[in-house]
């Protein structure tokens, strides 16, 4: 990559930042240290979109990341998509990992066995640090893997808001209410239970609760009402979307009650048109006292999120997974942010990895190179000062993440 001297200024600076990754799907360490890693893990999680649409059938990318299957012949299936693949901004981290941790340049046919046999021997406790923090600089991840069983001082979990924002059958009320002693006759019963859940996933480290950007109606409480008592009567089947749309509400008080935030996902996945950042639209305002954290800049819809985080009060932009989908499109709407949204509201890098975690430090060099890009820019034009970009990109990169999570560091 070619920098101006101004981007490479703000590099220099950002690299000396502490950092909040405000999202990833990490899970405890020991699970990737027990597992078996090579060259085509680094293929993982994301860069399957590219595959499968590249040509690669679904059992082959299941077959390419089976340790038990012959590395070589693993290879064989990957290497004819790779150069279709090797210039999306999904597969640079992969790339940049190699060369990073592993010292290889290029991942190819004379380099993925040393690679891989590389890997394998860095696999081992501690490589969360080694990685995150003394390479990223990153103070805390926030995570999700619906789990909360960390034991250290640098993954801090969100969890799904369906842990008890939906229910799927009357053993599912029981189990939950069981585990309060508690007893549920009715929805106001299990809204109780819901409340001391989310209360002991606080307890147990959770900062916030994780939903998306679905199609949702005006509240029915009648209509919820009538479902949940029939799914407690042990009747299956019927429309559930009332209840669901019902207790999603409930969740979002909940969380501002407990000072949770509400993380929502917006656009990009498979039918993205299910998954439009203005499904949220009116319930920004319902919730007033709920700070909810809006991801992805609703990829494609990138103006019109922009547009939302201008307009309310209690909603933040998150550029999670942004950078990695496209530096272009991320670096125009970047832009488009600063013309309209206060530099308080943006929160600038989320890895968004889960077993590849060497890919979060190519995620963080391409954040870094999009906030240096849109920032010098503005320098250059003489719309800001060096000083002044300094400080908001270690707003994007630490203080809102840790000012809108309340984080303890
Ligand atoms: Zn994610």
Redesign the pocket.
């Known amino acids: 990559m070619h920098y101006t001297s101004t981007e490479e200024k703000l590099m220099q600076e950002m690299w000396q930042m502490e950092i909040v990754d405000a999202?990833e799907?990490l899970p405890p360490e020991h699970v990737r240290t027990d597992a078996t890693v090579d060259a085509l893990t680094l293929f993982s999680h994301y860069t399957r979109t590219d595959l499968i649409t590249a040509g690669m059938q679904a059992q082959d990318y299941d077959r390419m990341l089976n340790p038990e299957i012959p590395l070589e012949e693993r290879w064989q299936i990957f290497r004819p998509h790779l150069d279709n693949i090797r210039y999306g901004s999904y597969a640079r981290p992969a790339f940049i990992a190699a060369k990073e941790f592993y010292g290889f340049d290029d991942i190819s046919d004379e380099t993925y066995r040393p690679l891989s046999e590389r890997m394998q021997y860095e696999n081992t406790p501690g490589i969360y640090q080694r990685i995150l923090r003394q390479k990223c600089h990153i103070r805390v991840a926030l995570t999700?893997a619906g789990r909360t069983d960390y034991d250290d001082d640098l993954l801090v979990p969100l969890m799904p808001l369906d842990t008890y924002g939906m229910v799927a059958s009357r053993e599912d009320i029981e189990k939950k209410a069981t585990r309060f002693n508690m007893e549920v006759r009715s929805l106001e019963d299990y809204l109780a239970v819901a409340r001391e859940g989310v209360a002991q996933l606080k307890t147990e480290g959770s900062v916030g609760l994780k939903t998306a950007s679905r199609p949702n109606a005006a509240v029915n409480r009648q209509a919820a009402e009538e479902i949940f008592e029939s799914i407690l009567a042990g009747e299956q089947g019927g429309n559930t979307q009332p209840l669901r749309d019902f207790l999603m509400h409930e969740m979002f008080e909940i969380a501002a009650d407990l000072d949770m935030v509400v993380a929502v996902?917006t656009g990009m996945w498979g039918d993205f048109r299910t998954l439009d950042p203005k499904h949220f639209i009116p319930i920004f305002p319902q919730h007033p006292r709920t700070r909810f954290d809006v991801y992805h800049m609703g990829m494609p819809w990138v103006r019109e999120t922009g547009v939302i985080g201008k307009n309310f009060p209690n909603v933040w932009l998150n550029i999670?997974?942004c950078h990695i989908i496209s530096q272009k499109m991320t670096c125009s709407a970047l832009d488009e942010y600063i013309d309209m949204v206060p530099m308080n509201k943006i929160i600038g890098f989320g890895g968004?990895y889960g077993r590849p975690v060497e890919k979060v430090y190519g995620h963080l060099l391409m954040a870094i190179e999009d906030i240096a890009a849109v920032l010098g820019g503005r320098i250059d034009r003489g719309l800001m000062g060096f000083d002044e970009a300094v400080s908001i990109a270690n707003k994007w990169l630490y203080e809102n993440p840790k000012e809108l999570y309340k984080l303890n560091i």
């Open positions: 999202h799907h999700q996902h999670c997974w968004d």
